[in-house]
């Protein structure tokens, strides 16, 4: 009987780092585009954050 090998998941510290609050810098909402498209970053009352198109 054989074990099967664990699968790793790449480290978290190779990914950007990226500060919701400062991408904020201040204001409840930002806009963020990636390519053609505009998408909205919003912190809500609850300290949650949402993205929508």
Do not use: C, V, W
């Not at 074990?3 to 400062?22: G, K, V, Y």
């Not at 810098?25 to 993205?51: M, V």
Request: hydrophobic share 35%; proline share 8%; no cysteine.
């Amino acid at each position: 009987m054989t074990t099967p090998t664990p699968q790793h998941e790449p480290a978290t510290n190779s990914l950007p780092d990226f500060d919701a609050r400062e991408m904020l810098a201040g204001n409840a909402t930002a806009r963020i585009r990636l390519d053609d498209q505009t998408y909205i970053l919003r912190l809500t009352r609850q300290g949650k954050l949402i993205l929508t198109k």
